[in-house]
């Protein structure tokens, strides 16, 4: 990844400019899959005990609020209830992994999800996907870690009152 501070800064200032949470989400998204270079890039926002996708760059759109996994369910439930980033090379060779057929995720291993938190409370789950097996570099996961932070400031209503939501 080229120069990662600048592209970071790039994406912060974009998204701190979107005309709504729909647009600041869809930016931060869709950023993020171009400047780490993967084929997905999607985000679980939760509701209560649960989250649910509600912006995704690289899988099927029709799974965009269909998609619900409850806390400890699948690696994007799993980073949620543990709170942890989660780097693997494969995602289909972890315990947790759980299968959705209506996202045509089974293609992809390399994968990269760190909770959204804010003021301690788990806001989301943000995750990066790939086809080709690998593990994430450091600054890698840096860059995704801090870029994440910054849909934080997100609460569940927000996107189901957006004009421009789902």
């Known amino acids: 990844m080229n120069n990662a501070l600048t592209v970071l800064l790039n ?4 998204a701190s400019i979107a005309a709504s949470p729909r647009k600041r989400v869809d930016c931060i998204v869709q950023r993020v ?7 997905v890039c999607s985000f679980y926002l939760r509701e209560e005990q649960s989250l649910v996708l509600v912006a995704t760059e690289g899988l099927y759109k029709d799974a965009l609020g269909e998609i619900k996994v409850n ?3 699948g690696v994007v439930g799993f980073i949620a209830q543990s ?3 989660l780097n693997l090379e494969s995602s289909m060779e972890h315990p947790s992994y759980q299968y959705f057929p209506q996202t045509g995720e089974e293609r992809f291993e390399g994968f990269l999800g760190a909770p959204v938190v804010h003021s301690g409370e788990l806001v989301g789950v943000l995750v990066v996907e790939q086809v080709k097996r690998r593990v994430f570099t450091k600054e890698e996961e840096s860059f995704f870690v801090t870029a994440a932070a910054h849909l934080g400031v997100l609460k569940p209503g927000d996107l189901a009152t957006d004009k421009d939501g789902l």
């Open 33 to 39: 899959r171009e400047a780490m270079q993967v084929e």
């Open 11 to 14: 994406i912060v200032q974009e």
């Open 83 to 85: 709170g942890k980033v």
């Open 71 to 73: 806390f400890g369910e």
